[in-house]
């Protein structure tokens, strides 16, 4: 499988160059150093002044997933129990926006958020405001663009999940007499677990890495570590400080995948 | 069983479709929007498309975007297929990491795979970008994603059918072009569109692979975003909603969509025209 030789070749081994480098250091010319690992890559990053970076990043991520969740699974829930016929229709509807580039939808977001924006200018024009919100360059916008870039990743599992539950188990749970919310809770939910598992880290990942969105729908004070590290790469020459900050990214995410990896596998590979 | 869903339910699906599709839409509308201040709506007017035929620096983008699609989609659809196939069909020591190793590139932040392909590239070889480069990028992460569709397909086929051609004296060759590829088509085809998608798309780890002359699309369209916006980058991404959703329509059409049981071709066929 000539597959397994290109993912090695081209994700394993970068992702194994910048772990060397993160532990490398500059010397006074600017040339990279690798004689002396070091861990002063890390320290740096752990320093008080990174701290909201690091916690922007995970308020962000953490708020999107949560609330994907909540508005993904009575979806995906409504699709599956009642879709019928038009099941696989509903579900292309949902991937659709998906489809369509990401930069784009934030950036009609930007069209509807502005201070003379479609929605201020709509309840200025109804009189229920008379001036502006500013709804842009906000928390609020960052994590409104998140949510609606990375919904899709969470119906999709938490659909998958869902429809594999066999209803019977349900109809039994009613059948011993607990209440429709009883049955909710103490059946379906646990046996979702694997697609709500599933969906929460195929949103999480991507909006901690993700810095379009802070970046276009976020103000001056919206930085986080992702909006950083792009920087340092494409304008600094601060590599191994650049690799450290990326392999912590790194580190969530590969200490979430393990923990959420027969889940993964069970919803996506099957 | 079949209980009516509460009025809730619905309404709130309903709403939450609203909410995926209410941006596209404004979208497209503001680009008939006759105004030079993008963000206001002043009249009607086509002038904002053929405008486009004049942006040289675009047209050279959506040039390079889809020079790069192509390659993307031939290299990660090979690569994918066989990927998906052998996990299917093969039991094999380390199956389990592979599967995994599959899992990586799409829960790795896709900043980690920018910023490292960018190094590997440049310490490795001292490339600084070319659209070969970000080609190379794209087929990296897209290879997991037709390896996953394709493997849930192949999976899910019954094993008598390329039993019954080989009883019947087929090749081994035979049996994998005509029974076991046809059946794979249309995960094949759909894998080949989310990888076509995912490369047009891309920005992120492209940012990093591209260098002079090499401008794809989406940086393009993100520069313009960034550094005072025309109402063009509105007729373009109108027109690029349009392709996509016209290539959904074909494939679904296709049956590329089909979930993953494998029915008999010409069930296939005759469902593709309901």
Do not use: C, N
């Given at each position: 499988?000539?597959?397994?030789?290109?993912?090695?070749?081209?994700?394993?081994?970068?992702?194994?160059?910048?772990?060397?480098?993160?532990?490398?250091?500059?010397?006074?010319?600017?040339?990279?150093?690798?004689?002396?690992?070091t861990l002063d890559n890390y320290a740096r990053?752990?320093?008080?002044?990174?701290?909201?970076?690091?916690?922007?990043?995970?308020?962000?991520?953490?708020?999107?997933?949560?609330?994907?969740?909540?508005?993904?699974?009575?979806?995906?829930?409504?699709?599956?129990?009642?879709?019928?016929?038009?099941?696989?229709?509903?579900?292309?509807?949902?991937?659709?926006?998906?489809?369509?580039?990401?930069?784009?939808?934030?950036?009609?977001?930007?069209?509807?958020?502005r201070d003379n924006g479609v929605v201020n200018s709509a309840l200025i024009e109804t009189g229920l405001l008379a001036d502006p919100i500013q709804m842009l360059n906000t928390d609020f916008s960052v994590i409104l663009g998140m949510v609606y870039g990375f919904l899709p990743f969470a119906i999709l599992p938490l659909f998958v999940s869902i429809d594999r539950l066999d209803q019977r188990l349900v109809q039994a749970g009613r059948d011993l007499y607990a209440s429709g919310r009883g049955a909710f809770l103490h059946v379906t939910l646990p046996l979702t677990m694997p697609g709500i598992v599933a969906a929460s880290l195929l949103v999480f990942i991507p909006a901690l890495g993700d810095w379009v969105t802070p970046d276009l729908l976020g103000g001056a004070d919206t930085t986080t570590i992702a909006k950083i590290v792009q920087v340092i790469f494409t304008s600094g020459r601060d590599w191994p400080y650049g690799s450290a900050l990326g392999f912590m990214l790194m580190g969530v995410t590969i200490v979430g995948t393990l923990a959420g990896l027969r889940s993964l596998r069970r919803e996506l590979i099957g | 069983m079949t209980e009516r869903p509460s009025r809730w339910l619905s309404g709130f699906a309903a709403l939450t479709y609203a909410f995926l599709f209410a941006p596209i839409v404004i979208l497209v509308i503001f680009s008939f929007n006759d105004s030079r201040r993008v963000f206001i709506w002043q009249g009607f007017t086509l002038d904002w498309y053929p405008a486009l035929l004049q942006n040289d620096r675009l047209l050279d983008a959506v040039w390079i975007t889809l020079q790069v699609a192509a390659l993307a989609v031939v290299g990660?659809?090979?690569?994918?297929?066989?990927?998906?196939?052998?996990?299917?069909?093969?039991?094999?020591?380390?199956?389990?990491?592979?599967?995994?190793?599959?899992?990586?590139?799409?829960?790795?932040?896709?900043?980690?795979?920018?910023?490292?392909?960018l190094v590997f590239f440049s310490q490795l070889f001292g490339w600084n970008g070319s659209m070969g480069q970000i080609?190379?990028?794209?087929?990296?992460?897209c290879i997991s994603y037709v390896a996953i569709t394709v493997r849930a397909r192949a999976a899910s086929l019954d094993p008598a059918r390329e039993e019954a051609a080989r009883d019947l004296g087929a090749s081994a060759v035979g049996t994998f072009r005509h029974v076991t590829l046809p059946l794979l088509a249309p995960a094949i085809a759909a894998g080949a569109m989310l990888a076509f998608a995912l490369s047009v798309d891309d920005l992120i780890i492209t940012s990093f692979q591209a260098g002079v002359g090499s401008t794809t699309l989406p940086i393009a369209i993100y520069s313009s975003i960034k550094f005072g916006v025309t109402p063009q980058i509105n007729a373009i991404s109108s027109i690029v909603i349009a392709l996509v959703g016209l290539a959904l329509l074909i494939s679904w059409r296709v049956g590329a969509f089909r979930g993953p049981s494998a029915r008999p071709v010409d069930a296939d066929a005759e469902e593709g025209s309901a």
């Open positions: 499988m000539p597959g397994v030789l290109w993912l090695a070749a081209l994700f394993v081994a970068p992702l194994v160059i910048i772990a060397v480098i993160s532990l490398g250091s500059l010397d006074d010319a600017g040339h990279l150093v690798l004689g002396q690992p990053a752990l320093q008080p002044a990174f701290l909201p970076a690091f916690a922007k990043s995970l308020y962000y991520a953490t708020t999107t997933t949560v609330v994907s969740l909540a508005i993904g699974y009575p979806v995906a829930y409504w699709i599956s129990r009642y879709g019928g016929r038009r099941k696989i229709a509903l579900l292309v509807l949902v991937m659709l926006p998906f489809w369509t580039s990401y930069l784009i939808r934030s950036y009609a977001w930007m069209i509807i958020l | 990660a659809t090979l690569l994918g297929s066989l990927l998906g196939l052998g996990l299917a069909r093969l039991r094999f020591r380390g199956s389990g990491g592979v599967q995994t190793l599959l899992l990586l590139p799409m829960v790795t932040p896709e900043i980690v795979v920018g910023i490292s392909l080609a190379l990028a794209h087929i990296t992460f």
